[in-house]
C-alpha cells in the first residue's frame, strides 16, 4: 500500500487489489454529526446531499451521469465522526472518478435553489426515518446515553435546525471544514500506485489548505442512575433497546467488549436468540452490538416483541446480559465469537468498495492502519475471563439506559423503572471474581498507622488513599484555613521533588496526585497505573512524609486561595449554605467554611502552615488505604519501610468539644443583586458513629433525586425551582440534614412553606419501593464506582469504632 501525503497536507492511500479490473475512489472528510454545534445538527448530512448539486463544471446532473456513463455508481454517507464521498467503477475509468469527486467535493456552488429543495427531500429522509420503529429507538437510547455528548444528536438533525439552514449556513460550515488537510484520499482496486499517483497530484494537488480549528467536544459527565424512556406509536410491535456506555475504538478493553457483543447476540447460537426466542418464545428478533467510535461509545441489546409479554421479555433481556458479570462464557461461545469476528474482517475485503471502506475507516479513526492488526491479535488474545471482567466494568447497574418504543394500544404496559429494579435486584451485583478482587486485609504498621489494601485486579491500576483525623476539627477560628492551604501545599515540593518535577512525573504517568482538608478529616490521594507502582508510591510517601511548603508556594496558593473567596462571595447559593453552616453550628468548627476567611488566611505564616500539618499527621490518627491491582504483601511491606518510619514530632491537636445545637429556631439572610434567591432549610444531623446516619443518607435520596419528592413536588408540579435537593452531612461530630432550593424572589415564602410541609409530611409518606430504590442506589454508587470504592476503605477506618467493625 502506498501512503503520502500532497503537499497541501491532504493524505492519500492508494492498496492496489487485483481480484477484479474494479476501483473504489473515496473522500474522507473528517467531520461529522458530532462535530455540530447544537443549532448545526444535521448541517453535515444536508452538506452530503448538496455536494451532487452542481459545480462551476457540472450542472445538477452532471455528477451522477458522469459517473454512471462509465459504468459506476457515485454516493455518500455522514456519521457521527466523519462524511464519505465514494464512486465505484472500471478501474479504467478511475481518472474520472478522481476527477468528479475532486469538483464535488471542494468545488460545488451550492445553489440556493437547490438548498431549498434539498432540504425538503431531507424533512422528507427524516419522517420516514421516523417511521422506521427501529431507528426511532436507537435514536431514543443515544439520546439517553449521551444527554452531554453530541453522540446523542441523531446524524440528519431535526426538523427545526434543517428548516433553518440557509446557503449562508452552509458555506460557512463548508469552509470551516472541507479543506485538503481536513481529508484523505482512498483508492482501492486494480490499479498501479505509481500510474495513479499523477492523476491524484492533478486533481486534489492544487487544492489550497486552511488552518483547522476543531473544538473540543463535550464530554459525557458518569451516570449516576438508570435512565429510562417509553414513547408510543402507531405500529404493532414492542421495539425496547439497553444500553451502557461503552469503550472507544482505541480502548484496550475494546476487543473484549466486540467478542462480548457477539457471545450475547450474534446469530441464532447466542444467547439472547436461545434464551428469548428459542426457548421462551417471548421475542420476535434479538441483538446486540458494540458500537466503538473515536470517542466512547455504546454497548447495546435490544428485542422485538409481539404481544403483552414486553415487560416479561425486557427482564429476560436484562438478566441475560447481566449474568456476564457472574459467570464467564464457555470457551466454544469464545472461540465462535472469534471467527465471526475474524470472518468479518475476511468478508469486508471481497469488495473493494469494503476494502476501501475499511482503510478509511481506521485512518479516519487511529490515523493509521496499522491497528487493525493490533486489533485482531488482541481479539485472538481474549479470554472468557476478560468477557467477564468487562461485563463488569461496563454493564453496571448505575450506567443502564432503557429505552421502549410501544404501540398505542394500552394493553401493552411497561414499567421500566420496575423492570430494570427488580432485574437489579434478583441478580448479584457486580463484583469480583475469585483471584481477582480478594477480601479487604488490614494490619496496623510498626507505628500505629492503620493499612487497608484489598487487591482488585479488574484493572491495572492503584489508588492510594491516607486519612487523617483533622481538618475544621482542627483549626483554632484564628487560624481557619490553614489546612486547607497545608492541602494545597504538600503536592507543591518535598525534600526530594521540585513543584515542577512533581508535575512532570505525574503528568509523565498520566497520574493523579492531590490533598483534600473537609470538615473532619485531612487526606492525601494518588492514582494510578500498576506498572509505574515504585515510582507512585514513592511520590505519595515523600508527599505525604517530608512536605517542605517553600515560601514561593505559600504566596501563590494563598494568592490563589483569596481569589477563591471572591469567587465565593459571588456564588449565591454558596452564600447561603455559609449562612445555614453559621446558623446551625454557632462556635463549633464546622460553622465555618473549609478555605477560611480572608482575615486568618491573609495572617497565616509558612510555619503556621507546617505546625497544622504535623498536628494532624499523627501516627495512632491515620489511615492509609491502597485498592487495585497490587501485592498485598508487597504493599504492606513498602508502606512498612516508607511509612513506617514515621514518628510523632509534635504535639497532636486536641478535638474540640461538641455543642448542643440549639433548640430554638434561627434564620440568616444577606440580600443579593440575583434573580433567584436561593434557600438553605435544615438542622442537626448525626455523626459518622452513629448508626442512624444511614437512615438520614436513604431519607435524602428519597427527598432530593430527580424522581424524589422535593423534586416531583415543587419543581414539576409547583414550579417552584429548577434546582431543589436535600442532603445530609455527616462527620465525627454530628451534622447537618438540609433542603435547598433556588427560586424567584416573590416566592421565597411559598417555597419555605412547601420544603416545611415536605420534610414534616416525609416519614409519613415513605412506602418500602422508595426506600430500596434509594437504597439500590447509595449501595450501588459504593460498589460500582472506583472513587467510591477506594475512598471508603479509608473513610471506615479513620473512626476507631468503624474500624473495628472493618
Not at 409479554?309 to 427482564?315: I, K, N
Request: glycine share 8%.
Amino acid at each position: 500500500m502506498l501512503d503520502r501525503t500532497l503537499n497541501n497536507g491532504m493524505r492519500v492511500l492508494i492498496a492496489p487489489w487485483r481480484a477484479s479490473p474494479v476501483v473504489s475512489v473515496q473522500v474522507w472528510v473528517k467531520v461529522g454529526a458530532a462535530d455540530e454545534e447544537p443549532n448545526e445538527a444535521g448541517l453535515a448530512h444536508l452538506h452530503e446531499h448538496m455536494l451532487f448539486k452542481g459545480t462551476e463544471r457540472r450542472g445538477v446532473a452532471g455528477i451522477a451521469h458522469e459517473i454512471e456513463a462509465a459504468g459506476g455508481e457515485i454516493n455518500a454517507y455522514t456519521s457521527l465522526d466523519h462524511t464519505v464521498y465514494h464512486a465505484t467503477l472500471a478501474s479504467r475509468d478511475t481518472e474520472v472518478a478522481l476527477d468528479v469527486l475532486a469538483d464535488a467535493v471542494f468545488g460545488s456552488i451550492f445553489d440556493p435553489d437547490e438548498l431549498a429543495r434539498e432540504i425538503q427531500v431531507v424533512v422528507e429522509e427524516l419522517l420516514r426515518g421516523r417511521d422506521s420503529p427501529g431507528r426511532f429507538v436507537g435514536e431514543m437510547l443515544f439520546k439517553e446515553v449521551f444527554r452531554e455528548h453530541p453522540y446523542g444528536r441523531p446524524v440528519i438533525g431535526t426538523r427545526e435546525t434543517i428548516e433553518a439552514f440557509d446557503r449562508q449556513a452552509i458555506l460557512r460550515f463548508f469552509r470551516k471544514w472541507y479543506v485538503p488537510n481536513n481529508s484523505f484520499l482512498v483508492v482501492a482496486g486494480d490499479v498501479d500506485p505509481d500510474d495513479v499517483w499523477p492523476d491524484i497530484q492533478r486533481h486534489f494537488g492544487s487544492l489550497v489548505a486552511r488552518p483547522i480549528e476543531r473544538p473540543a467536544r463535550p464530554t459525557e459527565p458518569p451516570q449516576t442512575s438508570p435512565r429510562t424512556v417509553v414513547g408510543r406509536r402507531a405500529i404493532q410491535e414492542s421495539h425496547v433497546m439497553l444500553g451502557w456506555k461503552g469503550p472507544s475504538l482505541d480502548h484496550p478493553d475494546t476487543p473484549a467488549v466486540d467478542v462480548l457483543s457477539v457471545v450475547l447476540g450474534a446469530g441464532e447460537s447466542s444467547r439472547l436468540y436461545r434464551a428469548l426466542k428459542r426457548r421462551r418464545e417471548l421475542v420476535t428478533d434479538s441483538f446486540a452490538y458494540a458500537h466503538t467510535p473515536k470517542d466512547p461509545g455504546l454497548i447495546g441489546a435490544g428485542i422485538v416483541v409481539q404481544g403483552a409479554d414486553v415487560s416479561e421479555a425486557c427482564l429476560h433481556l436484562m438478566e441475560e446480559c447481566l449474568r456476564l458479570r457472574e459467570a464467564a462464557p464457555r470457551a466454544d461461545e469464545i472461540e465462535k465469537a472469534k471467527t465471526i469476528i475474524a470472518a468479518e474482517r475476511v468478508y469486508q475485503k471481497e469488495t473493494v468498495d469494503g476494502w476501501a471502506r475499511r482503510i478509511g475507516h481506521l485512518v479516519a479513526t487511529m490515523g493509521n492502519i496499522d491497528f487493525e492488526e493490533t486489533y485482531y491479535a488482541a481479539v485472538r488474545g481474549v479470554t472468557p475471563a476478560d468477557v467477564c471482567r468487562v461485563a463488569e466494568v461496563y454493564l453496571s447497574n448505575h450506567g443502564v439506559c432503557l429505552a421502549a418504543l410501544l404501540p398505542e394500544d394500552p394493553a401493552i404496559r411497561l414499567d421500566p423503572g420496575a423492570v430494570l429494579s427488580t432485574a437489579l435486584r434478583s441478580g448479584r451485583p457486580p463484583r469480583g471474581r475469585a483471584g481477582v478482587v480478594r477480601d479487604i486485609q488490614l494490619a496496623s504498621l510498626s507505628n500505629g498507622v492503620r493499612v487497608i489494601v484489598q487487591a482488585d485486579r479488574t484493572l491495572p491500576r492503584v489508588s492510594i488513599r491516607s486519612a487523617a483525623v483533622g481538618g475544621l476539627l482542627s483549626e483554632p477560628s484564628h487560624r481557619a484555613g490553614v489546612s486547607h492551604l497545608a492541602a494545597q501545599l504538600v503536592t507543591r515540593g518535598t525534600a526530594a521533588y521540585s513543584a515542577e518535577q512533581i508535575s512532570e512525573i505525574c503528568d509523565g504517568l498520566a497520574a493523579g496526585l492531590g490533598a483534600v482538608s473537609g470538615r473532619s478529616s485531612f487526606g492525601l490521594s494518588a492514582d494510578f497505573l500498576s506498572e509505574h507502582w515504585e515510582t507512585g508510591i514513592e511520590l505519595f510517601s515523600s508527599c505525604l512524609l517530608e512536605p517542605t511548603f517553600p515560601a514561593e508556594e505559600v504566596e501563590r496558593e494563598r494568592r490563589m486561595v483569596m481569589e477563591e473567596f471572591v469567587a465565593r462571595a459571588d456564588s449565591p447559593s454558596t452564600v447561603a449554605f455559609d449562612l445555614f453552616a453559621e446558623a446551625l453550628h454557632g462556635p463549633h468548627p464546622y460553622a465555618r467554611p473549609t478555605v477560611g476567611h480572608e482575615e486568618s488566611v491573609s495572617a497565616l505564616r509558612r510555619e503556621d502552615i507546617a505546625e497544622a500539618y504535623w498536628r494532624q499527621l499523627d501516627p495512632e490518627r491515620l489511615v492509609i488505604s491502597v485498592v487495585g491491582d497490587v501485592d498485598v504483601d508487597r504493599t504492606f511491606e513498602r508502606l512498612e519501610r516508607d511509612v513506617g518510619a514515621l514518628r510523632r514530632t509534635i504535639e497532636p491537636f486536641q478535638l474540640p468539644d461538641q455543642t448542643a445545637p440549639s433548640e430554638a429556631s434561627v434564620r440568616r439572610e444577606r440580600t443579593m443583586k440575583r434573580e433567584q434567591a436561593h434557600i438553605v432549610m435544615g438542622g442537626p444531623g448525626v455523626s459518622l458513629s452513629d448508626p442512624r446516619r444511614h437512615a438520614l443518607e436513604i431519607l435524602a435520596t428519597v427527598l432530593g433525586g430527580q424522581s424524589g419528592t422535593l423534586f416531583v413536588e415543587l419543581r414539576d408540579k409547583r414550579s417552584l425551582a429548577y434546582a431543589v435537593s436535600a442532603l445530609h452531612l455527616d462527620g465525627l461530630h454530628p451534622g447537618a440534614f438540609a433542603a435547598y432550593i433556588a427560586t424567584r424572589p416573590d416566592r421565597v415564602e411559598e417555597a419555605e412553606q412547601a420544603i416545611l410541609h415536605e420534610l414534616r409530611e416525609a416519614p409519613d409518606r415513605l412506602d418500602e419501593s422508595q426506600v430500596a430504590r434509594a437504597k439500590r442506589f447509595l449501595i450501588g454508587q459504593s460498589r460500582d464506582q472506583p472513587a467510591a470504592r477506594d475512598g471508603s476503605c479509608v473513610g471506615d477506618g479513620v473512626d476507631g469504632s468503624l474500624w473495628a467493625r472493618l
